[in-house]
């Protein structure tokens, strides 16, 4: 046992409540950047941001802190304390992993190569990203070895540890393999049945006035609280803040109001996981949402689950006719119809949910390898060309701004990221199902407006539980079981090719 | 001399230059909770505040700075070098005089006294008041012989000496007492002169969204930078943000836009000493702005020398009729009479230009005495009520409401501050003389849009000088010879007397 005059877990939980409030403080900042500042506050801002990350990163790097978590670990702690000190030592190990000369120059290759890809991609220049790219992807290997050697994982493993607690690659290739045996030939059948389909396409304008007080009006029918959060609109939509002042943003279009509306439903899913995390654990890492994944299922269970079905659709037609006044297009049949069109594109944020995984899965298959040093950065091309043919039937060949490189991942170096997206659309569909099996009366409940189960099923299960549980744990309490894929394929296969 | 590896003023500029940043963030931070913010967020945001702010008192309280001035002091060091350390030694001061509890105290006598009088002032409490009052008057006097013993000013000159450097109560004396010779008479020439006008009021209502591009459009003809600052709404209009970043606030009633009109350009004043301070020197304490009432006297160099000038609403009357269509009301000459009416009344953010001296005349006689402990708070009724019927011919007896409780300052805590409003509007006017005797023909100029003389002259005597010169210097530098109220007067009776 450690003496008592030891400082031990209540000096860490100090240093963490310290953390929460430089958070808090870069994450408004952050939002003001992207939805209010005026371009000539950039240079000054960046040297501000800069000062505060290296606070932020001084405070997680403080020598004191390793003896304080080894003493902690042999004090009586209750089970949530034990929760604690353990995303404690999680964000600890992930601050101290790396040494800062590496973390620097990580910083400064992946902003030259985002900042060069800007005009690159439009440019479709391939070769002259390439220069940028490959000190990336040096640095992002070096990352992943320090990582490894750091955890005890592989190299990728340690990549997405950050992002997934707890899944692992080899869950990924089980999952990921299982998805590839049925998804073509359910794209392929989900387009068939549709082929015979007909549907109305609404016509603008769309007064943005109109579509705030829309995005407004669903937000709230959600379950968004306007008392502790706001929606404004940036360039690219995002959803920043704290969980007691979210700020949601999105971006109008007078020719199309549903990308604003169903990225602001999704970005609502977000918001709802972080305002209803458990109030009184807020400003310690067990308060905190669990996971990318996990935080992608709320968005896609709001957006995908909730939102594009057929029952929620009727809901949202009167919204649209009381906003921009009575079109045969706002049908509600009509408009279950549009919003899950399949159609297989090039372009993965632009993609429906039944082709999504497909651009998932090709990343995940070149970024694995890419990392591991089995491939090059100059071999991304012809694989990416390879899967997009057998994935999606796709030819992509020499249209790199449409191929591999239009995502911003890679470009700043994030790699371990893209199958979250996945693991999100798959956990959701898991949570509806055991919904469901709880609520035979779910679907008719969302016709007549009744959402409240959703959200309470939700709060009981994923987000009162903030980071109590490592993910698989979370997965296996709020279900029943670990992540099963099935229940993805069923929810698909209900939705395109039943209808 | 010193040796060369200790530290010293270079040292000195690192610790400032970080000082700098956190204040940027923490004026963002400000900004966004008056502007931004959804009520629910305050509790957190409260919390991250804090921690800001004592991080940034413990830099500015570093034991090591004292010893680093004391070298630097001994450093070969240019005449700008040297100013700037005059400046750091004063913040430095600022920071260090007082103690720790005694900070803490006044800042929580503050909040709980402006807390309760946010109710007392609706409910006509001045009993109630009373008991959150005193404590305030009791630190407050504490804090002024601390600092008076620092500096070794007497007392309500060390707190006068935060706001405006360099001027002391014997000029206040002299100021005021001269003002008073002949404001009342002033006052009742210019009511007499002004019984014989009519006036046609506008009639709205006046859309926010035509006064908000209204507002902007004035904001840009002063000069105000877009690119570098934003117009927003809050509930109690203020000028916020950095140098790099101006956030100006307003508020919109529909039945009037003059309040709105004329309160932006009162802050496009502000913004403009603001965005054309040196860029070389902003993150050095010499780069700031020189004092409350320099500051004061561009707020006022805009509204009451330039924009309430009949040349200046010439140029208006046009963009009035532009925004909200034609009205009789919008003819400059009617605009002009409305907009210079001198009317004695209870409140002072209210006040005239002509009237408005004797609100800050009352104040200074009742808190200098206040501070010193020649009376006491329960004194202040009796002699608001003295002074106001002196003054402007008013009866206040019993409504606290309109009397002594209006002001948030003295609430708050913050004696010595009022001096400088007044001081503002002398300085503007003898900026405007100064800037006549050099372009006699500069009200045809005005009248013929050509404002850049006006801004011409700010930047290279006020603007570009920053906290270069002390303020006594910094205005004789710029209009010849020390602050004359001479000016003022003159401008008052060419306005109020000669119409």
């Known amino acids: 046992m450690v003496k008592a005059d030891t400082p031990g877990y209540d000096e860490l939980t100090r240093v963490y409540t310290r953390l929460y409030r430089y958070a808090h403080i870069s994450a408004i900042i952050g939002w003001d950047r992207n939805a209010m500042m005026p371009p000539k506050g950039n240079e000054a801002r960046a040297a501000a ?4 990350s290296a606070l932020i990163h001084r405070t997680r790097t403080d020598p004191r802190l390793a003896a304080w978590i080894s003493a902690a670990e042999q004090e009586p702690l209750d ?41 690159q991609r439009p440019a479709n220049d391939w070769k002259g990203f390439l220069e940028n790219f490959r000190p990336v992807v040096k640095l992002a290997r070096e990352e992943a070895k320090l990582l490894a050697d750091d955890s005890g994982l592989a190299p990728y493993d340690a990549l997405m540890d950050r992002f997934e607690p707890g899944v692992r690659a080899a869950d990924i290739d089980r999952i990921f393999g299982r998805i590839k045996t049925w998804l073509p030939q359910l794209i392929a059948a989900a387009r068939d049945a549709q082929a015979r389909e007909t549907a109305v396409v609404p016509q603008g304008p769309f007064p943005v006035a109109a579509q ?48 604003s509306l169903l990225g602001t439903i999704h970005e609502t899913g977000h918001a709802s ?14 308060g905190n949402a669990r996971s990318f994944g996990i935080h992608e299922s709320q968005s896609l269970s709001f957006e995908m689950q909730l939102a594009r079905s057929r029952p929620f659709v009727g809901l949202l037609a009167p919204l649209l006719r009381k906003h921009f006044g009575d079109q045969e297009a706002f049908e509600p049949d009509n408009l279950h119809r549009l919003w899950t069109r399949v159609k297989p594109g090039f372009i993965r944020v632009d993609a429906d949910e039944v082709t999504y995984p497909a651009h998932v899965i090709l990343r995940y298959e070149i970024e694995r390898p890419l990392v591991e040093g089995l491939i090059e950065a100059e071999d991304i091309p012809a694989l990416w060309d390879e899967k997009m043919q057998a994935l999606l039937g796709l030819d992509t060949r020499g249209n790199y701004r449409d191929g591999c490189l239009q995502d911003v991942h890679w470009t700043e170096g994030a790699f371990g990221y893209f199958p979250s997206y ?46 109590l549980w490592e993910t698989p744990e979370l997965v296996r309490r709020a279900s029943g079981e670990a992540l099963n894929p099935q229940y993805f394929r069923e929810h698909l296969e209900r939705r395109y090719l039943r209808r």
Chains 1, 2 share one sequence.
């Open 273 to 286: 996981y972080e305002q209803n995390l458990p109030r009184d654990w807020l400003d310690q890492p067990v």
């Open 212 to 259: 705030r007080a829309l995005n407004r009006e669903v937000m709230t029918l959600l379950g968004f609280d306007f008392g502790a959060g706001r929606l404004d609109e940036s360039a690219h939509p995002f959803s920043g803040g704290v969980p007691e002042d979210l700020r949601l943003t999105t971006r109008y279009s007078e020719d199309d109001f549903a990308r």
């Open 49 to 52: 941001e800069a000062e505060l």
């Open 79 to 119: 089970d949530l304390a034990r929760a604690n000190l353990r995303e404690i030592r999680r964000d600890w190990r992930a601050a101290n992993a790396l040494p800062e000369s590496l973390v620097e120059a990580k910083t400064l290759a992946g902003a030259r190569c985002e900042h060069a890809w800007r005009s």
């Open 422 to 467: 996945t693991l999100g659309a798959m956990y959701a569909a898991q949570w509806f199902a055991a919904l469901r099996r709880q609520l035979p009366d779910l679907d008719a409940g969302i016709a007549a407006g009744k959402l409240e189960p959703v959200f309470g099923w939700m709060r009981e299960h994923i987000w009162s539980q903030a980071s």
